[in-house]
């Protein structure tokens, strides 16, 4: 399996511009989390989904941030409109089950500049 | 949530045993100690994990203290890729609050040729 699939791997964008990242979980893995990591505040979690249903969204920081995933192996994860305190990394992850003992494989990430 | 302490930063010598502790005295029965390093300009990596015996595994090992409230990771023989941030986090049984175990600041491993 190739892992987990991230588009793009950088994207710079103007303030207030739309932003989509995009992610690609392993074949057959029931759980994708997005992450969003920084020097001041480190890695954390952005939102994470079950069977493509979302089941915590509270790390999701305002209503500009969006994530859907329409099927088991693609999600996407929006910024509308974007701000310069976005930039970041983005990670995507994903995980085969849950609980204590679940692993979880992560993409490359997105490195997001907002200029 | 229980959370963790770890040294912000440690160095190693090439080809030396490394020792990572981790700090965990809130841990509950139900947690699992997990383990994951990044590379530089990679996501995380899955690395060890474990519940109350010691475990190995192809890349380390993990020693855990008999009340469980510390732990450590251990290279056998650092590589200068082994040079990476490594993350100590608790993971529960019920994944209610999946991924609200934080990955705090992690221990930056420097390893010196």
């Known amino acids: 399996d190739a892992g987990v699939i991230q588009s793009p791997r950088h994207e710079v964008t103007e303030m207030g511009q739309e932003v989509t990242l995009r992610c690609k979980p392993i074949?057959?893995?029931?759980?994708l989390f997005w992450y969003r990591q920084t020097m001041m505040r480190g890695l954390e979690l952005l939102i994470y989904?079950?069977?493509?249903?979302?089941?915590?969204d509270s790390g999701m920081p305002e209503d500009r941030f969006s994530a859907k995933m329409p099927n088991a192996s693609f999600s996407t994860l929006k910024i509308q409109p974007s701000e310069p305190r976005d930039s970041a990394v983005y990670f995507c992850?994903?995980?085969?089950?849950?609980?204590?003992?679940?692993?979880?494989?992560f993409g490359a990430g997105t490195r997001l500049s907002v200029l | 949530d229980a959370k963790t302490t770890q040294p912000n930063s440690m160095e190693s010598n090439e080809e030396e045993p490394v020792h990572l502790p981790c700090n965990h005295s809130t841990i509950s029965g139900t947690d699992y100690i997990h383990w994951y390093r990044q590379l530089p300009s990679q996501g995380p990596e899955y690395v060890i994990h474990g519940l109350t015996s010691n475990v190995n595994n192809r890349m380390a090992s993990l020693a855990i203290a008999e009340d469980r409230k510390s732990s450590t990771l251990i290279l056998h023989r650092a590589t200068l890729r082994d040079a990476a941030v490594y993350y100590c986090?608790?993971?529960?049984?019920?994944?209610?609050?999946?991924?609200?175990?934080?990955f705090g600041d992690g221990t930056t491993l420097t390893v010196k040729p």
């Open positions: 986090i608790l993971r529960g049984g019920l994944w209610t609050n999946a991924g609200k175990s934080t």
């Open positions: 989904f079950n069977n493509n249903v979302p089941i915590d």
């Open positions: 992850a994903s995980s085969l089950v849950a609980g204590a003992k679940n692993i979880q494989y």
């Open positions: 074949s057959g893995h029931d759980y």
